[in-house]
């Protein structure tokens, strides 16, 4: 019994629900799987794709067990792309929370004896975690927490702590400079640029500031960085131009009232892509914002069973198509893309 949770790169995209993936690569995938009687356990599953649209899938027999919760989960770029990954774990009893970083290569069959770099970080429950990408802030990773932010050198352990007066709950690096966006349960998305030094009350060290209307369940960076995805508790999904800190396109039909839902974003085929509280999948074209597609849930809708998803232009490899993988409750869906948008049919797989 239990369900999983998946995540994805190539493009990197994070799913942090029920069933939980990770794209390593376009052909694997990290699982995060909570099991019955508590805890989670850990795996790879290999991915496989030719370009008539088919797709295998193997589980790695190599699998990590944890009795704790996972709250936050994203990639970690230390010694090379995607590495490690970095887990938000909920503490228990006695045991403080902590944010550990595990590489890839522990879940792997093909080396499971030399993990490389593994530690942890003892820090209260974090709602989200980002890691840094740009070279001025190498080895930088953030939480989120309630009414903070923590930047934490993960070599070194030292730390910068901003009291932001909100919960955060989503968080993504810019790739071009060491800024940080923060979303909060207030409506506000605020960024943090790594290179100054001021952190006080006043929050004048908050470069960049706009609001919506409700608690933010995630923020989405455009590559050129001049733009950001942002979606929250009343369903309302905005595109933001964050020189002038104007919303200047919404996004249409996606249905959220307490739910801590991801964005998805495919920029290769124009796509926006999120998941309702209805169970819908929704594809929505991200230069004009019309809503392309609506795809039911495979199961019965429920609260229990919010379907988790992520899209890749390369599912399964270079060899690999444009394509859709859905994971409800502990079964997993298929379904091919073409970017005329006509040509969806699916699933054409579950395992």
Not at 33 to 38: F, Q
Not at 182 to 205: A, K, P, T, V
Not at 245 to 272: I, M, T, W
Request: contains cysteine; glycine residues 8%.
């Amino acid at each position: 019994a239990g369900e999983l949770t998946l995540a994805i790169s190539c493009p990197k995209i994070f799913i942090v629900n029920v069933f939980k993936f990770v794209f390593i690569s376009c052909e694997q995938v990290f699982t995060v799987n909570d099991v019955s009687h508590g805890g989670c356990k850990y795996g790879i599953m290999n991915f496989r794709g030719c370009r008539k649209g088919s797709l295998s899938v193997e589980m790695c027999d190599n699998l990590y067990f944890t009795n704790r919760k996972m709250t936050s989960v994203c990639w970690a770029s230390v010694t090379h792309s995607d590495s490690h990954v970095l887990l938000c774990l909920v503490g228990i009893s006695q045991t403080p929370g902590c944010v550990s970083l595990l590489p890839a290569s522990l879940f792997s069959n093909s080396n499971p004896d030399q993990p490389g770099m593994l530690c942890s970080f003892k820090i209260s429950t974090a709602w989200s975690c980002a890691w840094c990408l740009n070279p001025q802030a190498d080895k930088t990773f953030s939480t989120g927490l309630s009414r903070h932010v923590i930047v934490t050198d993960a070599v070194t352990g030292r730390r910068q702590t901003y009291s932001t007066g909100s919960d955060v709950l989503t968080q993504q690096f810019a790739l071009r400079a060491p800024v940080l966006f923060n979303g909060c349960r207030s409506g506000e998305i605020f960024s943090i640029d790594l290179r100054q030094r001021g952190r006080g009350r006043d929050h004048s060290w908050k470069t960049c500031r706009f609001y919506q209307d409700s608690a933010v369940t995630s923020v989405r960076l455009l590559q050129d960085e001049n733009y950001l995805l942002a979606a929250d508790m009343l369903g309302k999904i905005k595109l933001w131009d964050v020189r002038v800190k104007r919303s200047v396109k919404q996004y249409e039909g996606h249905h959220n009232e307490y739910a801590y839902l991801p964005l998805h974003l495919s920029e290769q085929e124009g796509l926006l892509l999120a998941v309702g509280q209805d169970c819908y999948t929704r594809l929505w074209s991200l230069r004009d914002g019309h809503l392309i597609r609506t795809i039911p849930s495979p199961h019965p809708a429920g609260k229990d069973s919010i379907p988790n998803v992520v899209f890749s232009s390369q599912l399964g490899g270079r060899r690999g198509l444009p394509g859709l993988l859905m994971a409800v409750q502990r079964d997993l869906y298929y379904y091919p893309y073409n970017n005329d948008y006509q040509d969806w049919t699916g699933p054409k797989g579950q395992g």
